[in-house]
């Protein structure tokens, strides 16, 4: 069980070691909005990376894309979003806030005051964005900011299929920003406005969708366990009937243990052939595909793996965090915190830093820093003690650290130390990059 206060501990590390900070923070912030920083940015790429790389680079079966942020306004009326896009919106007469009215308790008391019968009845709220395109204000120039970058994948399905000569079963994936005016965002980076969104659609024949819906709610949870989420923190949990989307005929998510509670890092959704039929019927094209084998022509079921970025690289944040004991030099033990990321995730793979600032040290380090940096995310660091310097890097899961010492001097060998059980190894500096390379996994 998480402790009660582990997201405000993992709150206050991103902001002071450079992960994540409130967004326009010297105005006071905007409610919602975050800013990956130096050290947060390098997490967050390396997730989206090492999703890209199990559903695009390691398949045959599954091609790239990055469609536009404004499309037609048409598309969001095929799809249904124009529509259906809403939540239960409901306004406290008394403490004049907004809530969702599927988040109230079932007493009716306003989440924020407390007061009883001070809320209205509830009423749709649009979730999408509207903006204007051009230099006109008008309903001729309404265009709207994505809701899910699943759309854009739909609307290129033909581009797609005829360019690359594919044939079902094939999938196309997408890394992009998504936009939704949350009645009620929270949880830090859990439920935001403005995410990005990792997801891939994969076009099958209507036979095959529940072999391979099946398929991919497996290989997703497996995504997330190898890269060292506890198999106790996640679980699958099938959608029941009355939970299902229009579009679908099956969904399953899976949740993740946050410290508030089980809560959604993926969606696998089989979404029959509704997307693909509704373009179809709004832009006038033929989306369907015909199947030289079996001489017939059929409309593509979807299989959807849609994960967030930021969801994500939370729950591995929070997975990987520990509060642990730790032996100082002078045999006393003292409090360390560290991200025990999996080295692919981790933002920066080995830190080079002498054992003091001696300026005879100094050059060597920076010397192998420069020889280091072409094959790995190097940081350097020679402010204050060594331990404190172990600590840092500790903090934001580094997996290595290198240290050069007088007597590198001499034997031209350094010391490497392993974050997880704080070992420590000497290696010759000519052997160092092999070394660390077999170290990080390649």
């Known amino acids: 069980m998480a402790a009660p ?48 790389r199990s559903m695009v680079q390691l398949r045959s079966d599954v091609v790239g894309l990055d469609a536009a942020i404004l499309m037609a306004p048409r598309v969001w009326e095929a799809s249904g979003h124009l529509e259906t896009f809403t939540d239960p919106l409901v306004d406290c007469r008394a403490c004049k806030l907004r809530f969702r009215a599927d988040d109230l308790a079932p007493s009716g008391a306003c989440p924020n005051c407390g007061a009883r019968g001070t809320l209205t009845d509830a009423r749709p709220f649009h979730l999408m964005f509207k903006t204007f395109v051009g230099p006109v204000e008008d309903e001729a120039s309404v265009a709207y900011l994505r809701p899910e970058t699943a759309q854009g994948i739909f609307v ?56 391979w819906f099946e398929y991919w709610v497996q290989e997703r949870f497996r995504w997330y366990r190898d890269l060292g989420i506890p198999e106790d923190l996640l679980r699958v949990r099938s959608h029941e009937p009355d939970e299902l989307s229009h579009y679908s005929a099956a969904t399953a998510d899976v949740e993740f243990a946050y410290p508030w509670g089980w ?5 696998i959704a089989n979404r029959t052939d509704f997307d693909l039929r509704r373009h179809a019927e709004y832009s006038g094209q033929d989306l369907s595909y015909y199947d ?48 025990r990321l999996d080295a692919r995730l981790a933002p920066i793979k080995v830190a080079v830093l002498p054992l003091s600032r001696n300026e005879r040290l100094v050059p060597v380090a920076d010397e192998l820093a420069a020889t280091l940096r072409p094959h790995f995310m190097i940081d350097t660091d020679s402010a204050g003690s ?57």
Request: with cysteine; aromatic share 10%; net charge neutral.
């Open 5 to 52: 206060d582990l997201m405000e501990r993992i709150v206050n590390l991103c902001k002071r070691r450079g992960l994540i900070f409130p967004s326009s923070e010297i105005y006071g912030g905007f409610r919602s909005t975050w800013d990956y920083g130096p050290i947060g940015v390098l997490l967050k790429r390396n997730v989206k990376d090492q999703w890209w």
């Open 156 to 211: 290129n399905y033909l581009n797609v299929q005829t360019t690359m000569r594919r044939r079902p079963p094939f999938g196309i994936a997408q890394i992009g920003k998504s936009f939704r005016n949350e009645i009620t965002p929270g949880n830090f980076v859990f439920r935001t406005r403005e995410f990005e969104q990792m997801e891939m659609e994969y076009f099958v024949p209507p036979e095959e969708a529940g072999r």
């Open 263 to 267: 809560g959604e890092l993926e969606g």
């Open 292 to 339: 030289q084998e079996h001489d017939r022509r059929y409309v593509p079921y979807v299989i959807e793996p849609a994960a967030g970025a930021d969801r994500a690289t939370l729950a591995f944040l929070l997975a990987a965090y520990r509060e642990e004991e730790a032996p100082t030099a002078d045999g006393r033990t003292e409090k360390r915190t560290v991200l």
């Open 386 to 442: 060594i331990g404190r310097r172990y600590r840092r890097q500790d903090e934001i899961g580094t997996p290595l650290c290198v240290t050069v010492d007088f007597e590198t001097l001499d034997d031209k060998a350094v010391t490497v130390r392993d974050r997880d059980t704080m070992a420590q190894q000497r290696v010759p500096v000519a052997e160092l990059v092999e070394h660390l390379r077999g170290r990080l996994g390649g």
